[in-house]
């Protein structure tokens, strides 16, 4: 059986005496610590209700994966400042992404001395949005999943959740590569 801590909501395992997350002593539930409940996917014969608007939370918790906690806290996001499009392509959000890549990338060739100050501003851009654009998107999937699967029982779409969400590294190195094909050309510029 899988648990939630019952202060951060992080998952722990039944073997785990402490919240890897936040530290808190977790009892076993026959001590009358009070703990919530997680499905269990790996027990695929036990039949489970269909999901309940309350559920929402579970299921945008596996579309987003391990950070779910630190997506959903604060506004400002300073990887994403530092990373600029390149979080938003490891989070498949391509569209922005790839704009704002192709914005930086091209800057860096055609205003070589001044491509800083159009990468800066999206940067800031990146840090101050990239939070509510992906939870907004996170939403929004959800929706769609649930829309499309209106007979499917909880394990089911948590399922189908884990396997849309998550990330894409393999974007990730492409935009470094074209970002290191775009220097090169304007270091020989």
């Known amino acids: 059986m899988i648990i939630k801590c019952p202060r951060c909501k992080a998952i722990i395992k039944e073997e785990d005496n402490y919240c890897r997350d936040c530290g ?7 001590e ?4 919530v409940r997680v499905l269990d996917l790996t027990k695929e014969n036990k039949e489970d209700p ?3 608007e309350t559920n929402n939370e579970l299921l945008e918790e596996a579309y987003i994966g391990r950070n779910y906690k630190q997506l959903n806290s604060g506004i400002f996001s300073f990887v ?33 001395p001044y491509s800083f ?8 851009f990146c840090g101050v949005t990239y939070k509510l654009m992906y939870t907004a998107k996170v939403k929004k999937e959800v929706e769609r999943i649930r829309e499309e699967n209106p007979e499917a029982k909880e394990r089911k779409l948590l399922k189908i959740c884990q396997r849309e969400g998550g990330y ?5 190195l492409l935009d470094i590569l074209v970002g290191i094909i775009f220097f090169s050309i304007a270091m020989e510029m």
Not at 24 to 30: A, F, G, N, S, V
Not at 32 to 35: A, E, G, L, N, Y
Not at 80 to 106: D, E, N, Q, T, W
């Open 24 to 30: 808190l002593e977790i009892k076993q539930p026959d």
């Open 32 to 35: 009358q610590v009070p703990v």
């Open 50 to 52: 269909k999901m309940t």
């Open 80 to 112: 994403a400042m530092c990373l600029g499009p390149v979080c938003f392509l490891y989070r498949k959000m391509y569209r922005s992404g790839i704009i704002m890549a192709a914005i930086i990338h091209l800057s860096t060739v055609i205003l070589q």
């Open 117 to 124: 100050f159009v990468a800066m501003p999206i940067h800031l």
């Open 168 to 172: 894409n590294t393999w974007v990730v």
